[in-house]
C-alpha cells in the first residue's frame, strides 16, 4: 500500500501563487509516475499534470504555462507550483500514484487539499 498525503493548499488571491505538495509513504511498491487531479463543484475530475520517474512530463492546456509539476523520486514526493491563478482553478486537487510490485499494477489517490482562488 501507498499513502498519499498532500499539504499547500488554501485561499489566494486571482494572480497569486501557491505550492502543493504531496508524499508518498514508503512502501515495496515502486512509483513510476505521480501526479495531479482536481474536481471543481458541478465537474469531473481532471487532470492536471504528470510526472513520471524518468522525468516526462504532461499538462492540462488550461494551465500550460502556468503551473509547473516537479518531482523527487528518490523522496516520493511530488509538487506543483501554480503560477497566475485564476478564480476557475478553484477546486480540490488530489495527488495521485502509479506504482507497481512485480506484474501487480496499481493506482493510489491522496484526500485533496482546497485551493480557492478569489478575491
Known amino acids: 500500500q501507498v499513502q498519499l498525503v498532500e499539504s499547500g493548499g488554501g485561499l489566494v488571491q486571482p494572480g497569486g501563487s501557491l505550492r502543493l505538495s504531496c508524499a508518498a509513504s514508503?512502501?515495496?511498491?515502486?512509483?513510476?509516475?505521480m501526479g495531479w487531479y482536481r474536481q471543481a463543484p458541478g465537474k469531473q475530475r481532471e487532470l492536471v499534470a504528470t510526472?513520471?520517474?524518468?522525468?516526462?512530463?504532461s499538462y492540462a492546456d488550461s494551465v500550460k504555462g502556468r503551473f509547473t509539476v516537479s518531482g523527487d523520486f528518490a523522496k516520493n514526493t511530488v509538487y506543483l507550483q501554480m503560477n497566475s491563478l485564476k478564480p476557475e482553478d478553484t477546486a480540490v486537487y488530489s495527488c495521485?500514484?502509479?506504482?507497481?510490485?512485480?506484474?501487480?499494477?496499481?493506482?493510489?489517490w491522496g484526500q485533496g487539499t482546497q485551493v480557492t482562488v478569489s478575491s
Open positions: 510526472i513520471t520517474s524518468g522525468g516526462s512530463t
Open positions: 514508503r512502501s515495496a511498491f515502486s512509483i513510476d509516475a
Open positions: 495521485n500514484a502509479v506504482a507497481h510490485l512485480g506484474i501487480v499494477r496499481r493506482t493510489y
